[in-house]
C-alpha cells in the first residue's frame, strides 16, 4: 500500500510520507514556463494535458508521496453559472451571483460541468507509480467557497462577508446547501477519475464567534462528508478547517473525516491529542521553509519528534510561497526523510 494511504488507515510510519500545499506553483520555473503558454488561469485549470503535467512537475522533481490535483477551490462557481476571471495582482474576480434556482438546478450537474478536471485526473493517474504515490482531489469548503461567491474580490475580508451573515442568513444558507451539493457531486466525479483520496479546503475557518463556526464550517462539512457517502464514495476524506485551531477538538469529533489537515498555528500539544483521535497532516510554517537554513530544520525535527511517532502525513501549515528556493524544497525533504 502507498504510504499515505497506509497512515491514512491509521498506521504511523517510520518516516512520515510528504507532500506540500502548492507543491505545483511558480516557485518551479518549469512551472512559470509552462503557465506563459495559457493566456487565463481559468483555462490553464480546465486544460487537461497542461494541469496534469503542473500536477506531475513536483512529482518529478522531488519525488512526493502525493499529487494533488492542479485546479482551484473556485471551479464549483463556475460550475453554478457563476463568472470567474483572475485578474494579475488580485486573485480572482466573480461576477454577480445567479438566480438562486438556476444554481440550485446545476449543482447536481457539477461532475459533468467539471470533467476536463476529471480527464485530468485520469492522465495523472495512469502516469504515477500507484505503489509509491497517492493521487489527491479536492474542493473548497462550503463557507470558503460561498465568501467568494457572495463577495467576490473582496473575500478576503472577512468582516464583509460575515455581515452577509448576520443581514441576510436565509440568502447564506440557500448557497451555502448549493454548495455542498455542487461539492459532492464534483468530488464523486474526482474519484470516479483515479482520485485516491480526497481534501476540503476551508481555508477561511477562523476568527468566528459562537456559534458560527459549528453553523458554517462544522454542519456544512458533516452534511458534505454524508452526501459524498450517500453518492458511493468510499475513499479516504481529510478535513481542513484552517485557521480554526481553537476548535480542532469540536471539529475532529463532529465530522466524519478519516484525516485532519493542521495550520502552522496548532499548538504541537494539541496535535497530539488530536492524533490520538485520526491520523493528522501539517504543519510546517511556510516561512520556514522559505527562509531554510538551520531554523528549517530545527522546526522539521520539533515536529517529528512530537508528532513522529503516530500516524502523520507530513506537510505544511499553508502553502508553499512563490519565492521559496527550490534547494528549500530539496533541504526540507532531506530532513523528513532522514
Request: glycine residues 8%; charged residues 20%; proline residues 7%.
Amino acid at each position: 500500500m502507498a504510504p499515505i494511504l497506509d497512515v491514512l488507515s491509521g498506521k504511523a510510519q517510520k518516516r512520515p510520507p510528504v507532500w506540500f500545499m502548492r507543491q505545483a506553483g511558480r516557485y518551479l520555473p518549469e512551472y512559470r514556463e509552462l503557465r506563459a503558454s495559457t493566456s487565463g488561469f481559468v483555462d490553464f485549470c480546465l486544460t487537461p494535458e497542461k494541469a496534469a503535467e503542473a500536477t506531475l512537475q513536483p512529482i518529478r522533481r522531488f519525488g512526493f508521496d502525493a499529487a494533488i490535483l492542479f485546479s482551484d477551490i473556485l471551479m464549483i462557481p463556475l460550475a453554478l453559472g457563476q463568472d470567474l476571471t483572475f485578474a494579475a495582482g488580485e486573485g480572482p474576480v466573480l461576477g454577480d451571483l445567479p438566480d438562486v434556482s438556476s444554481m440550485r438546478d446545476k449543482a447536481a450537474q457539477a461532475g459533468e460541468a467539471l470533467k476536463n478536471v476529471g480527464e485530468t485526473l485520469k492522465i495523472v493517474r495512469a502516469a504515477l507509480d500507484p505503489s509509491r504515490t497517492t493521487l489527491i482531489g479536492f474542493c473548497g469548503g462550503p463557507w470558503t467557497v460561498m465568501t467568494y461567491m457572495l463577495n467576490g474580490r473582496k473575500a478576503y475580508d472577512r468582516s464583509l462577508i460575515r455581515a452577509f451573515v448576520y443581514e441576510q442568513p436565509e440568502l447564506v444558507a440557500q448557497v451555502v446547501d448549493i454548495v455542498i451539493e455542487a461539492s459532492a457531486h464534483y468530488l464523486k466525479m474526482q474519484a470516479e477519475s483515479g482520485a485516491q483520496v480526497l481534501k476540503i479546503f476551508e481555508s477561511w475557518a477562523e476568527g468566528f464567534p459562537d456559534p458560527l463556526f459549528e453553523q458554517l464550517v462544522i454542519e456544512p462539512h458533516i452534511k458534505l462528508v454524508n452526501r459524498v457517502r450517500a453518492l458511493g464514495v468510499t475513499l479516504p476524506i481529510i478535513g481542513f478547517p484552517r485557521g480554526a485551531e481553537a476548535r480542532c477538538h469540536d471539529y475532529i469529533d463532529a465530522v466524519d473525516v478519516t484525516a485532519m489537515a493542521l495550520g502552522t498555528a496548532t499548538p504541537l500539544k494539541l496535535g497530539v491529542e488530536l492524533q490520538k483521535k485520526k491520523p493528522i497532516q501539517g504543519a510546517l510554517d511556510p516561512v520556514a521553509l522559505r527562509s531554510g537554513g538551520k531554523a528549517l530544520d530545527a522546526q522539521i525535527d520539533t515536529i517529528l519528534d512530537a508528532w513522529g511517532q503516530g500516524p502523520l502525513i507530513f506537510n505544511l501549515g499553508h502553502g508553499i510561497f512563490p519565492d521559496t528556493p527550490i534547494a528549500h524544497v530539496e533541504q526540507a525533504l532531506k530532513r523528513i526523510r532522514g
